[in-house]
């Protein structure tokens, strides 16, 4: 009996001390518990940002890639445009050189041909400087249509530099030219106007279009020849009505 009764206190004081010794870790156990979730979730945070960042920093890097080749393409259209503009500047310097020289041989001739007349010199003479006097008006016609090509060729080259440096460029066309259209098509959306290089139309030159003093509409110069020109018709507000053959047309961004 006393066995037994000793076996009993010695049961229940291990349970004492076992519960005692639950009441005493338990909230050390929950606060392990607590630690190991917090520290769980700050690291799949910190591996979600790193991965977030890493994303950010590719996509930074792709951007910064594209945005040095756009740079290096424009820096170099910037370069051709100023080397074509400064050979065609240097052209256009050598023909006004040839054509002041011209228009000095031309009024020496003259000069000389006056004197001759004046002295009764022989009509031989006289008809050979007359002769010379044809040739040096026909090479000074000659140098002069080609100086405009130059300047033609040269202002073109002008506006595309223009048009790399200038956020809001415009082509500007002389202020007194007028014109007319004189091919329409309605499918392409195109005409053709009946003027060109001849009075100084010049690609990418907007000009208003008109029909009895009231706006029609917009067109942009595409394509240049000598005495005709294609151009588009502009949609959007500037489309009022239906360009049609015989409508004048007037630069839209005259020179000042």
Same mark, same amino acid.
């Not at 007349?117 to 002069?144: C, D, H, N, R, W």
């Given at each position: 009996?006393?066995?037994?009764?000793?076996?009993?206190?010695?049961?229940?004081?291990?349970?004492?001390?076992?519960?005692?010794?639950?009441?005493?870790?338990?909230?050390?156990?929950?606060?392990?518990?607590?630690?190991?979730?917090?520290?769980?979730?700050?690291?799949?945070?910190?591996?979600?940002?790193?991965?977030?960042?890493?994303?950010?920093?590719?996509? $930074?890097?792709?951007?910064?890639?594209?945005?040095?080749?756009?740079?290096?393409?424009?820096?170099?259209?910037?370069?051709?445009?100023?080397?074509?503009?400064?050979?065609?500047?240097?052209?256009?310097?050598?023909?006004?050189?040839?054509?002041?020289?011209?228009?000095?041989?031309?009024?020496?001739?003259?000069?000389?041909?006056?004197?001759?007349?004046? $002295?009764?010199?022989?009509?031989?003479?006289?008809?050979?400087?007359?002769?010379?006097?044809?040739?040096?008006?026909?090479?000074?016609?000659?140098?002069?249509?080609? $100086?405009?090509?130059?300047?033609?060729?040269?202002?073109?080259?002008?506006?595309?530099?223009?048009?790399?440096?200038?956020?809001?460029?415009?082509?500007?066309?002389?202020?007194?030219?007028?014109?007319?259209?004189?091919?329409?098509?309605?499918?392409?959306?195109?005409?053709?106007?009946?003027?060109?290089?001849?009075?100084?139309?010049?690609?990418?030159?907007?000009?208003?279009?008109?029909?009895?003093?009231?706006?029609?509409?917009?067109?942009?110069?595409?394509?240049?020849?000598?005495?005709?020109?294609?151009?588009?018709?502009?949609?959007?507000?500037?489309?009022?009505?239906?360009?049609?053959?015989?409508?004048?047309?007037?630069?839209?961004?005259?020179?000042?």
């Amino acid at each position: 009996m006393l066995l037994r009764i000793s076996l009993v206190v010695a049961i229940l004081a291990a349970l004492a001390v076992g519960v005692l010794n639950f009441v005493q870790i338990k909230p050390k156990i929950d606060t392990l518990v607590t630690q190991r979730d917090t520290e769980k979730r700050d690291k799949e945070t910190a591996q979600n940002d790193l991965r977030k960042t890493k994303d950010e920093l590719a996509k $930074t890097e792709k951007d910064l890639k594209q945005t040095k080749e756009t740079l290096a393409e424009t820096s170099a259209e910037r370069d051709t445009a100023v080397k074509t503009a400064a050979d065609q500047t240097k052209k256009a310097t050598e023909l006004a050189e040839k054509l002041e020289k011209a228009n000095s041989d031309l009024g020496n001739a003259r000069a000389e041909l006056a004197a001759y007349q004046a $002295t009764g010199y022989k009509p031989e003479q006289i008809a050979g400087l007359g002769k010379q006097i044809k040739s040096l008006e026909e090479a000074v016609f000659v140098a002069q249509e080609e $100086t405009k090509k130059v300047a033609w060729k040269l202002k073109i080259t002008e506006n595309e530099l223009a048009k790399l440096v200038q956020t809001d460029f415009h082509v500007r066309l002389p202020a007194d030219l007028k014109g007319k259209v004189a091919v329409t098509d309605p499918k392409w959306d195109f005409v053709v106007l009946d003027f060109g290089a001849n009075k100084e139309a010049l690609p990418d030159a907007e000009l208003l279009v008109s029909r009895n003093g009231k706006l029609v509409g917009k067109l942009r110069i595409s394509a240049v020849q000598n005495d005709r020109c294609i151009a588009n018709v502009v949609g959007g507000d500037y489309r009022i009505g239906d360009v049609s053959e015989g409508d004048v047309v007037i630069p839209a961004y005259p020179a000042l």
